[in-house]
């Protein structure tokens, strides 16, 4: 059973559906026990860094959330699940969940013709092999929609990249942490694959 975690942070029923569609048994809560006690969890979310730690930490599913990740409990971020998974991000300044040394940044581009939010779909190249990447190919796409995106301190910690006016970081992980800057629950097949990988995956 995946538990996908509530934090008021939208897109929570679109996971939901692509688990799913995917084949994969899921429940949505907001409960830090239910949280804390987790065969799994998928910890998605758009929206902005203060808000969602703000409500994180009035719910207890920050302390939810770093126990389960303490204990091993296999978890995929998404998005801001993705950004907040960080030490810290430049949308506020907000400090954040720690899970990975490294901090979330603002596109600067230099392009001015290109917008943001970087809306849409790119190519994901794997830069480092990963379970959850297991058969991503040159040329895959996944969709996006996001301003900022994760900047771990090491290098050890990417997984992936993409490209908009520059390289960007757009899959992290550690230990039994994975998380992606794309939205697998809106990138169709190669989405719903994933998901059906986090759901065999045991966080190693």
Request: hydrophobic share 40%; proline share 5%.
């Amino acid at each position: 059973m995946i538990t996908i975690v509530n934090y008021n942070a939208g897109n929570i029923r679109s996971v939901l559906r692509a688990c799913n569609e995917a084949g994969t048994e899921a429940r949505i809560t907001s409960d830090p026990d239910a949280v804390a006690k987790a065969s799994k969890i998928i910890f998605p979310g758009v929206g902005a860094a203060p808000s969602a730690m703000k409500y994180l930490k009035e719910m207890g599913l920050d302390a939810a959330l770093l126990s389960a990740y303490k204990d091993g409990t296999p978890i995929l971020g998404i998005c801001l699940g993705a950004q907040i998974g960080l030490e810290e991000s430049e949308e506020g300044p907000t400090k954040a969940l720690g899970l990975i040394p490294g901090k979330t940044v603002r596109f600067k581009l230099k392009d001015k013709s290109l917008k943001i939010p970087h809306i849409g779909w790119n190519d994901v190249k794997v830069v480092k092999a990963h379970p959850l990447l297991e058969g991503i190919k040159a040329g895959d796409q996944f969709y996006f929609v996001h301003s900022y995106y994760p900047n771990p301190a090491s290098a050890d910690n990417v997984y992936a990249t993409s490209d908009y006016g520059q390289d960007f970081c757009c899959a992290i992980g550690y230990k039994n942490y994975f998380a992606t800057q794309f939205h697998p629950e809106k990138s169709g097949r190669l989405g719903l694959a994933l998901l059906e990988r986090f759901d065999r995956w045991e966080g190693k």
